[in-house]
């Protein structure tokens, strides 16, 4: 894997970006011309410049750090994700004499999460597909046994039935085994 370049800027008090480091400018291809002032902001997302902007206007005004994640596009024209922080510097008094800050390039690991949500949620998919499928097994075979039972006492039935003279008793006790049965498979399935 290829170094993460340390991107480094920093802004006036009023938040006018003044200085880029040269891996920032090289990692987005600019000039320090194209990127004062509020020229950075030519290099966001366009779904993500208005909020960061704004997140970065607030950020000036209370003078709390800053941190963001956006997408930033690099030399090559590609938008990879970035988080940029910064941080006031101030005087003896607590005003802001100049902001620092750095963006990282996080686009890697930005698409490894991803790759993991969606791992993540086949295995889940996967999970309730094996849990449905053993529970399908388990009521199956807890059915076969009345359903098999039934059969049996039919035929039995049948056979008491067929002598001479028929065993009408014990052809009555095989029918009450198969509505028995036949309760309890229904039981299963319900």
Same mark, same amino acid.
């Not at 090559?76 to 607590?94: A, E, I, K, Q, Y």
């Not at 039919?154 to 056979?159: F, H, K, M, T, Y």
């Given at each position: 894997?290829?170094? *993460?370049?340390?991107?480094?800027?920093?802004?006036?008090? $009023?938040?006018?970006? #003044?200085?880029?480091?040269?891996?920032?400018?090289?990692?987005?291809?600019?000039?320090? @011309?194209? =990127?004062?002032?509020?020229? &950075?902001?030519?290099?966001?997302?366009?779904? @993500?410049?208005?909020? *960061?902007? /704004?997140?970065?206007?607030?950020?000036?005004?209370?003078?709390? %750090?800053?941190?963001?994640?956006?997408?930033?596009?690099?030399?090559?024209?590609?938008?990879? &994700?970035?988080? !940029?922080?910064?941080? %006031?510097?101030? @005087?003896?008094?607590?005003?802001?004499?100049?902001?620092?800050?750095?963006?990282?390039? =996080? #686009?890697? &690991?930005?698409?490894? /999460?991803?790759?993991?949500?969606?791992?993540?949620?086949?295995?889940?998919?996967?999970?309730?597909? =094996?849990?449905?499928?053993?529970?399908?097994?388990?009521?199956?075979? /807890?059915?076969?046994? %009345?359903?098999?039972?039934?059969? =049996?006492?039919?035929?039995?039935?049948?056979?008491?039935?067929?002598? $001479?003279?028929?065993?009408?008793?014990?052809?009555?006790? !095989?029918?009450?085994?198969?509505?028995? @049965?036949?309760?309890?498979? !229904?039981?299963?399935?319900?």
């Amino acid at each position: 894997t290829e170094a *993460i370049p340390q991107l480094i800027w920093s802004a006036t008090p $009023d938040g006018a970006m #003044d200085y880029c480091n040269r891996q920032l400018l090289k990692y987005t291809g600019k000039t320090l @011309d194209e =990127m004062h002032g509020d020229g &950075w902001v030519n290099f966001l997302h366009p779904e @993500d410049a208005g909020h *960061i902007t /704004e997140s970065w206007r607030t950020t000036v005004k209370t003078g709390k %750090p800053f941190e963001v994640e956006c997408r930033l596009r690099r030399a090559d024209g590609r938008f990879r &994700w970035t988080v !940029s922080r910064g941080m %006031p510097l101030r @005087d003896g008094d607590g005003a802001i004499i100049r902001w620092y800050g750095t963006c990282t390039d =996080m #686009d890697d &690991w930005k698409r490894a /999460e991803g790759a993991l949500r969606e791992t993540q949620g086949e295995l889940a998919h996967l999970n309730r597909v =094996m849990t449905v499928g053993e529970l399908t097994s388990s009521i199956a075979h /807890e059915i076969n046994h %009345p359903l098999a039972a039934i059969v =049996m006492n039919g035929n039995a039935a049948l056979r008491w039935l067929a002598l $001479d003279p028929p065993d009408v008793a014990r052809a009555r006790s !095989s029918a009450e085994s198969i509505i028995s @049965d036949g309760d309890r498979a !229904s039981q299963v399935i319900s």
